[in-house]
């Protein structure tokens, strides 16, 4: 199984910037996507940042594009989330997610960071 811990939250001023890490561990594909999940207070999750294995193909979600930058570390098992020019509503849980290339359904989920964006 894998298992995927993410660390970098906390609580900022709007206009500041975060860096999210996430790690894997446990029996990884060969190769897998990586991407990052949030969900706000009484909202469902949404999608935010996704990176396939190549790390050629990032893909953003509409809400974050131009303000956040999704990259990855094959070698460490890693992905980040800069975040940059943060704003209240992007105030959520972050999670990251562990895609297999040939079995998407056989993924993981990370705990969730939490990050605060006050005005």
């Known amino acids: 199984q894998v298992q995927l811990e993410e660390s970098g939250g906390g609580s900022v001023q709007a206009g500041d910037s975060l860096r999210l890490s996430c790690a894997a561990s446990?029996?990884?594909?060969?190769?897998?996507?990586l991407g990052w999940y949030r969900q706000a207070p009484e909202k469902e999750r949404e999608f935010v940042a996704g990176?396939?294995?190549?790390?050629?193909?990032?893909v953003y979600a509409g809400a974050v594009a131009g303000r956040f930058t999704i990259s990855r570390d094959n070698a460490k098992r890693a992905v980040y989330l800069q975040m940059d020019n943060l704003m209240t509503k992007d105030t959520a849980v972050y999670c990251c997610?562990?895609?297999?290339?040939?079995?998407?359904?056989?993924?993981?989920w990370g705990q969730g960071i939490q990050i605060t964006v006050s005005a």
């Open positions: 997610q562990y895609a297999p290339s040939d079995d998407p359904s056989n993924g993981a």
């Open positions: 990176i396939d294995w190549s790390g050629d193909r990032p």
């Open positions: 446990g029996r990884t594909a060969n190769t897998y996507d």
